[in-house]
């Protein structure tokens, strides 16, 4: 229904929805052009893997998963952990390995953890957080409560057995996880297709009797849509969801590749659909976004990364008196 029918106050509760998934997109994507920046000048060290062009994915999920559901990602998750809430500075300090970081800076770009929003990681191996998805959606399953896990994975860890292991025990006890799978077709230097007999990814989960569908990753609306109805349908009992999610990672895979494995013409052929700049012109072709309230997206999500670098440079190391914290010992 185009907008010129819709009640004004249904019009005004849009214009803010889509700001703010805008608002988020904008503040992922700088706070990575900032991260980059920083660790090349030695200030984030480890691993450092960018979701530059696949913002969508994350910001439209999130849209539609409730507070009390769980969230399960990758080592590629500043996205996700931004997008559930995790305050920017606490997710810049986790990466500058200081104390104010969301994992005391124990975990480093790929292990965020926020158990106050149900943020159970950040896992470096991959498709590692799937049985983890498996066992949290288990707990809620014999403990009577009705939410969801959603576990964000890539295309990559369909190779391993523990996606299937996985996928196969959540259809066979119908456990309430929603399986996410960022497929931005290629595992490092892998494309999807010299390793995959199937590229249909999501009709690997049908094999196992889970309903499953593909969704254009580069549309934050359709994310969230598409997220909105599985999660109800794993909500109701019906047993697990599969969403593959079809989208592009911009920049390499991890700070030292040089990418040899795709050509410049592909990645530039993506970028024409970058989820920002097509959304924002999407709302201002339908009238909901004007050049001035581009301008102060932009500026507060600037500001927002501007806060964070600056909490994180204030923030402390461990002190070496907790070395052993957290650690255990037996004796
Ligand atoms: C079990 C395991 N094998 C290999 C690796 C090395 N490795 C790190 S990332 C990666 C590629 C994964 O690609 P994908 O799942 O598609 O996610 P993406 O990086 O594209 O987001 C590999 C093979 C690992 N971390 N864990």
Redesign the pocket.
């Known amino acids: 229904m185009s907008i010129a029918h819709r009640p004004p106050h249904e019009i005004a509760l849009e214009r803010e929805h889509a700001h703010e998934l805008l608002r988020q997109m904008l503040v992922i994507r700088h706070f990575e052009e900032k991260a980059a920046e920083l660790y090349a000048a030695g200030k984030i060290r480890g691993f450092l893997?960018l979701?530059i062009g696949?913002e969508a994915v994350a910001v439209g999920a999130m849209a539609a998963l409730a507070p009390e559901d769980a969230i399960v990602a990758?080592?590629?998750e500043h996205g996700q952990a931004l997008a559930r809430g995790i305050p920017a500075a606490a997710v810049m300090a986790e990466m500058y390995g200081k104390a104010n970081g969301c994992s005391r800076g124990r975990g480093g770009s790929m292990h965020m953890f926020d158990a106050t929003r149900r943020f159970y990681g950040g896992y470096?191996?991959?498709?590692?957080g799937l049985p983890v998805a498996v066992g949290l959606a288990l707990a809620d399953r014999m403990q009577g409560r009705h939410r969801v896990t959603a576990c964000f994975?890539?295309?990559?860890?369909?190779a391993?057995g523990?996606f299937h292991e996985s996928v196969n025990l959540a259809a066979l006890w119908r456990l309430p996880v929603l399986f996410l799978c960022?497929?931005?077709?290629?595992?490092?230097g892998?494309a999807?297709a010299r390793s995959e007999s199937e590229t249909d990814i999501h009709l690997k989960a049908q094999n196992y009797r889970v309903q499953s569908e593909w969704v254009d990753g580069m549309d934050v609306l359709a994310v969230e849509a598409a997220v909105a109805r599985a999660a109800a349908s794993v909500r109701r009992g019906d047993g697990p969801y599969f969403l593959e999610l079809r989208t592009f990672?911009f920049r390499a895979?991890?700070m030292a590749d040089p990418e040899l494995y795709r050509t410049r013409e592909e990645v530039a052929e993506w970028k024409k659909r970058d989820p920002i700049p097509t959304f924002a012109a999407r709302l201002a072709a339908d009238g909901m976004l004007t050049g001035a309230e581009l301008q102060a997206l932009e500026a507060e999500a600037w500001r927002e990364v501007d806060w964070a670098v600056d909490e994180a440079e204030r923030g402390e190391w461990e002190p070496v008196e907790d070395l052993e914290r957290d650690v255990y010992t037996p004796r």
């Open positions: 893997h979701y696949e990758t080592y590629r470096a191996i991959v498709a590692g994975f890539g295309e990559g860890a369909v391993e523990e960022e497929n931005n077709l290629y595992a490092m892998t999807l990672r895979h991890s």
